[in-house]
């Protein structure tokens, strides 16, 4: 059983357009970080969401934090091709950094 | 950059072989992790450790042993490696929970 959900799996679009990826678990997480991995390389953290309810935002994305803290997305505004990677959320749970399947977002030009 | 070196960067190895994973890190975080990267799978966790000899298992730690004897050093091995074992395998390191996590570049590792 996987402790944390990602949603979609996959996801290709048109650049200019925009999406959500969420990410769920039946588990309340003290704080749930995002990553992005490009290939070849490890993930990099874009940003960690502690308070719930918590709403913060980076350039085009915005990140939000479910007010049970079981949940959070990740908004991506006017998609550009230089957004492709692999998008993954991650929580600790017993002081094991656990992480989602990811998304892996293609952004057409 | 938190000073993560993964070393081999790639390895091609035989059944039945023992492999021995290197993470090295400068910055003295205290926790370390190793997770295999699969298609489909995400990220899966190995083992991590806590401090200097503290280790615990991770989901899929089956046919892995690691060894922290030093800050700086965590080491991956496999005994007798599998073809099953074949994959990118990442280190992580940060300084507890809740905190930013630095991965290496990671490791190909492919199992004949």
């Known amino acids: 059983t996987q402790l944390l959900e990602q949603s979609p799996q996959f996801l290709s679009i048109q650049e200019g357009e925009n999406l959500t990826v969420y990410c769920n678990s039946s588990?309340?997480?003290?704080?749930l970080q995002w990553y992005r991995q490009e290939p070849g390389e490890g993930p990099v953290l874009l940003v960690t969401v502690v308070t719930g309810g918590e709403v913060k935002k980076l350039k085009r994305l915005t990140f939000q934090f479910g007010d049970a803290r079981k949940d959070s997305s990740l908004h991506i505004t006017a998609a550009q091709p230089g957004d492709t990677g692999l998008y993954l959320c991650?929580?600790?749970?017993?002081?094991?950094?656990?992480f989602g399947k990811g998304t892996k977002l293609t952004v057409n030009p | 950059d938190a000073g993560i070196t993964q070393s081999p960067r790639h390895k091609v190895t035989e059944t039945g072989t023992p492999v021995t994973l290197r993470c090295h890190q400068t910055e003295n975080h205290r926790y370390m992790y190793w997770y295999r990267q699969d298609p489909g799978h995400g990220l899966r966790l190995i083992h991590y450790?806590?401090?200097?000899?503290?280790?615990d298992k991770g989901e899929v730690s089956d046919g892995y042993s690691v060894s922290r004897s030093k800050t700086e050093d965590f080491l991956l091995t496999l005994e007798s490696a599998t073809s099953s074992q074949t994959s990118v395998y990442f280190c992580a390191v940060n300084r507890g929970p809740n905190t930013e996590a630095f991965f290496g570049q990671g490791t190909r590792l492919t199992v004949v």
């Open positions: 588990s309340v997480f003290s704080s």
């Open positions: 450790s806590y401090g200097v000899k503290d280790t």
């Open positions: 991650a929580g600790e749970r017993s002081e094991k950094l656990v």
